[in-house]
């Protein structure tokens, strides 16, 4: 079905009213631009004069950058019995702080054995403990819940993945440009203790001594 008129809207958004469909391929024409139907189901249809390539491409490139930008929720896991020793508890925990601090949520699990199943409460300390201990990066997302043999919590990062992600790579930015002045330094005290060379002391001569009094020096 032809239409024969439309509501034209220019190229900055104004409204230019409705106006015959010949009349708006007119303007298009005469602007260099694209006439492109927004609305089509709007009665009269409503039409934008646009660029229409350089629209596409600003679409894509906003799209581009959203991926760019967008960023996977991961959860890691760590797995703990409730009798944990001091070592391993601190190891485990050293997981968790690195988990956290790349802003990554992080499962944890207590893992029951035998009679320990009776002991729920060993777990539910264990895990206070741990959401305790690394407050300041995390907090606890899903309480401690038991989940058959198993006791499971969540622990959220306060970062989103992205801020940490810059945090990350500025702090590995920093080490490396430390890590250069170090070596340039001590490139510049070789080079200067080059240059110097080395200093040699010279040894005095001192008079001969002869075994035969009779003989001169």
């Not at 015959?20 to 927004?38: F, G, H, K, N």
């Not at 601090?101 to 206070?128: C, N, S, W, Y």
């Not at 790579?169 to 080490?175: D, G, L, R, T």
Request: with cysteine.
């Amino acid at each position: 079905m032809r239409v024969s008129e439309v509501r034209l809207v220019g190229p900055n958004g104004e409204t230019v009213g409705i106006v015959p469909t010949a009349d708006a391929l007119r303007l298009a024409q005469e602007a260099d631009l694209d006439l492109v139907e927004v609305a089509p189901t709007a009665r009269p249809p409503v039409c934008k004069l646009m660029d229409y390539g350089k629209f596409k491409y600003e679409n894509a490139q906003k799209a581009r950058e959203a991926r760019r930008n967008q960023t996977n929720v991961i959860i890691k896991e760590m797995k703990l019995r409730p009798k944990i020793d001091a070592h391993d508890y601190e190891t485990k925990k050293g997981h968790v702080v690195r988990f956290l601090k790349a802003g990554d949520k992080v499962k944890i699990t207590i893992m029951f054995r035998g009679r320990e199943q009776h002991r729920p409460e060993l777990g539910f300390r264990l895990l206070q403990r741990l959401a305790e201990d690394v407050a300041e990066l995390g907090f606890v997302e899903s309480s401690p819940k038991q989940d058959g043999r198993n006791m499971i919590m969540v622990l959220g990062p306060h970062k989103k993945k992205a801020d940490a992600k810059i945090e990350m790579q500025a702090a590995k930015e920093a080490k490396a440009t430390e890590r250069d002045a170090e070596r340039a330094a001590e490139q510049a005290e070789r080079d200067a203790a080059h240059a110097a060379g080395p200093v040699a002391k010279k040894k005095e001569r001192g008079r001969s001594e002869n075994l035969d009094p009779e003989i001169e020096a």
